[in-house]
């Protein structure tokens, strides 16, 4: 068969995806490859069809438990033999799962790093037709990469044990110095590197300034019941009392982070991919495993520390190609911490400078997604119309002397105090801390007490941002004055400042578009919607294992009332159809007679 019928076949997807298909002919030809595809782009296609028409086995190397275990789930959903070994199975059934191997009964096995690497199971390994070895999340591989896991460094003796096995790395964020070092690592001729376009057009790109923003999430989440969705948080704290929070205003969610216990940390996923909770709020350690087609919308709490970590974690919205929504809020004090964490850690050159990138992302006024993409060296020719900027084109105004004002309490406070100290005095406060050092005495004291903290704070990050501060995280987080900021000082320099739209006239704003599904087909998707939970919960799967909500879509969509019809509705394979299609194909005949009676 040919790698378009199978795609049919077993996929139920009538052609490739950019990419794709170039990549499969590379590993049928034996050939090695890098492929840094977005999260949503179709990577495990790549793998998991050649590895039905290779002879022997295909062996695929996953970092968690979870995402292996919702691969293997939606292989077998379409009729195709796979199984994963790790710690999750009892002796009897690891020994099964061998059996199985040995007897040519499986086509695609998943393991750890950890596991591949121990010297019995490279023996064995050894004694089996081993046609393919696929890497996921590739870039944990390098020290450059944003997630690096020491485990994953030791894959390069794939090519000393399987030397003319080929190799397939895959990854959804990769810059060009981690690409090389993939490469480097793997032993992967540089030309077999594989770039998809990094745009997922279908994600609302959004940054808002932090003020009210439990407000705004909790308002967000109630506007969208039926949606799934993730809020990130810096830190564990946080993610309980949020958590917290919603279900005092009667959100049912739940929070995710490392300190969790593993039992509680799989209950929580599971709870979450099997749509029986919609909305978790979770640190970072939350998400690489979730192979979750129908999260709707992302929001980060607070500033990740770089673009990377940023657009995998945004990734996870609407993989399945659909309208999806994403939300990042940003303050001055994310910067503050986060310098630090960047200065604490072992390379801080490189992530002072990743940091620096996301900052630029977050003050952008200009196309949010043509900062992102250029980011992974992809340029945008015009314009993407999906982000808050291009939605709202910033208006600017005149800020020289808002910044003379604060430049020059700088000055007069000696450079020696950090920013919660510096709006304090502009805006006049009396503390005891202020007034025990003479504070109110200086000339600027009070000469913006007009302009609320929180504007302020706004100011002092454009500032930032300028280049006319600097904050010295080796002097308690003080403010510095730099050269351009003596210029606006002192020579008469102009600044421009930004007007900030607030998260309330956002929500307004976005509460005024309409749904573009129109009330019948959004009846008739709800219908199907519930009958695949349903199916999905006998079967003791994901819903998304079932059908994708883009399925459901198309099938409203085209409206099928025949089995050859439903064949041709994206995602549905005949494997698939003959295992779920025939309900809701009667579900739709049913619909369509209750429309014609209207």
């Known amino acids: 068969m040919t790698p378009e019928s199978?795609?049919?076949?077993?996929?139920?997807?009538?052609?490739?995806?950019?990419?794709?298909?170039?990549?499969?002919?590379?590993?049928?030809?034996?050939?090695?490859?890098?492929?840094?595809?977005?999260?949503?782009?179709?990577?495990?296609?790549?793998?998991?069809?050649?590895?039905?028409?290779?002879?022997?086995?295909?062996?695929?190397?996953?970092?968690?438990?979870?995402?292996?275990?919702?691969?293997?789930?939606?292989?077998?959903?379409?009729?195709?033999?796979?199984?994963?070994?790790?710690?999750?199975?009892?002796i009897s059934e690891k020994n099964e799962v061998f059996r199985l191997i040995k007897n040519n009964h499986l086509k695609l096995i998943y393991v750890s790093p950890e596991r591949l690497v121990i010297d019995s199971f490279i023996e064995f390994l050894k004694n089996l037709d081993v046609s393919l070895f696929a890497i996921d999340e590739a870039h944990c591989i390098s020290v450059w990469g944003h997630d690096f896991r020491p485990e994953y460094s030791q894959l390069s003796v794939l090519k000393k044990h399987f030397p003319n096995t080929p190799v397939v790395a895959l990854t959804a964020t990769a810059d060009k110095i981690t690409?090389?070092?993939?490469?480097?690592?793997?032993?992967?001729?540089?030309?077999?590197?594989?770039?998809?376009?990094?745009?997922?057009p279908n994600l609302s790109l959004n940054v808002l300034p932090a003020k009210k923003r439990y407000e705004f999430i909790r308002?967000?989440?109630?506007?969208?019941?039926?949606?799934?969705?993730?809020?990130?948080?810096?830190?564990?704290?946080?993610?309980?009392?949020?958590?917290?929070?919603?279900?005092?205003?009667?959100?049912?969610?739940?929070?995710?982070?490392?300190?969790?216990?593993?039992?509680?940390?799989?209950?929580?996923?599971?709870?979450?991919?099997?749509?029986?909770?919609?909305?978790?709020?979770?640190?970072?350690?939350?998400?690489?495993?979730?192979?979750?087609?129908?999260?709707?919308?992302?929001?980060?709490?607070?500033?990740?520390?770089?673009?990377e970590s940023y657009y995998q974690e945004i990734g996870r919205a609407g993989r399945d190609g659909l309208p999806s929504d994403t939300f990042l809020f940003y303050n001055f004090g994310d910067i503050i911490l986060l310098r630090k964490f960047a200065k604490d850690s072992g390379q801080p050159e490189i992530q002072l400078a990743k940091l620096e990138r996301?900052?630029?992302?977050?003050?952008?006024?200009?196309?949010?997604?043509?900062?992102?993409?250029?980011?992974?060296?992809?340029?945008?020719?015009?314009?993407?119309?999906?982000?808050?900027?291009c939605e709202n084109p910033p208006e600017?105004?005149?800020?020289?002397?808002?910044?003379?004002?604060?430049?020059?309490?700088?000055?007069?406070?000696?450079?020696?105090?950090?920013?919660?100290?510096?709006?304090?005095?502009?805006?006049?406060?009396?503390r005891y801390d202020i007034t025990s050092k003479g504070y109110n005495k200086i000339k600027t004291f009070g000469v913006?007490?007009?302009?609320?903290?929180?504007?302020?704070?706004?100011?002092?990050?454009?500032?930032?941002?300028?280049?006319?501060?600097?904050?010295?995280?080796d002097d308690h987080n003080n403010l510095k004055i730099t050269d351009p900021g003596k210029d606006i000082?002192?020579?008469?320099?102009?600044?421009?400042?930004?007007?900030?739209?607030?998260?309330?006239a956002f929500k307004s704003k976005k509460e005024k578009i309409q749904n573009i599904i129109t009330l019948p087909e959004n009846e008739l998707f709800e219908i199907l919607r519930t009958m695949r939970k349903k199916i999905a919960n006998e079967n003791h799967i994901p819903a998304y294992v079932v059908f994708h909500d883009k399925t459901l879509k198309d099938m409203v969509a085209l409206m099928p009332l025949s089995y050859e019809a439903m064949l041709g509705v994206s995602g549905i394979s005949e494997h698939k159809y003959k295992k779920f299609g025939e309900p809701f194909l009667q579900k739709i005949i049913e619909y369509s007679k209750t429309q014609d009676g209207d």
């Open 489 to 504: 000082l002192f020579n008469d320099k102009k600044v421009e400042f930004v007007k900030q739209i607030s998260a309330e």
């Open 396 to 430: 600017t105004f005149d800020g020289t002397v808002l910044a003379q004002k604060a430049l020059s309490a700088i000055v007069r406070l000696k450079e020696n105090v950090p920013s919660g100290v510096l709006i304090d005095v502009l805006r006049g406060s009396m």
């Open 358 to 389: 996301i900052q630029n992302y977050a003050e952008a006024t200009t196309c949010r997604r043509k900062i992102l993409l250029s980011y992974f060296n992809e340029h945008l020719e015009h314009n993407c119309n999906n982000c808050d900027v």
């Open 179 to 200: 690409q090389n070092d993939i490469c480097k690592q793997l032993n992967i001729d540089k030309s077999n590197k594989f770039i998809a376009s990094f745009d997922r």
């Open 6 to 90: 199978i795609l049919k076949k077993q996929f139920g997807y009538d052609n490739f995806r950019p990419v794709q298909k170039e990549v499969i002919d590379k590993i049928l030809n034996k050939n090695d490859a890098l492929v840094v595809m977005p999260t949503g782009g179709g990577k495990s296609i790549i793998y998991q069809l050649p590895a039905l028409m290779l002879p022997g086995i295909t062996v695929v190397i996953s970092p968690l438990i979870s995402l292996m275990k919702d691969q293997v789930e939606a292989l077998k959903a379409n009729g195709i033999p796979a199984d994963f070994i790790n710690s999750s199975l009892s």
């Open 448 to 473: 913006g007490r007009n302009i609320s903290n929180f504007e302020w704070q706004r100011y002092l990050l454009q500032m930032l941002h300028h280049g006319l501060i600097e904050i010295a995280y």
């Open 219 to 307: 308002d967000h989440i109630k506007r969208h019941p039926n949606d799934a969705g993730i809020v990130y948080c810096l830190s564990r704290k946080s993610t309980e009392s949020i958590a917290k929070k919603l279900r005092k205003d009667g959100i049912k969610t739940d929070f995710y982070h490392a300190g969790l216990s593993a039992i509680r940390r799989n209950q929580v996923q599971d709870d979450f991919i099997n749509d029986n909770t919609l909305v978790i709020c979770a640190t970072i350690a939350f998400g690489m495993g979730i192979d979750k087609s129908n999260v709707r919308w992302v929001i980060h709490y607070n500033l990740p520390k770089n673009i």
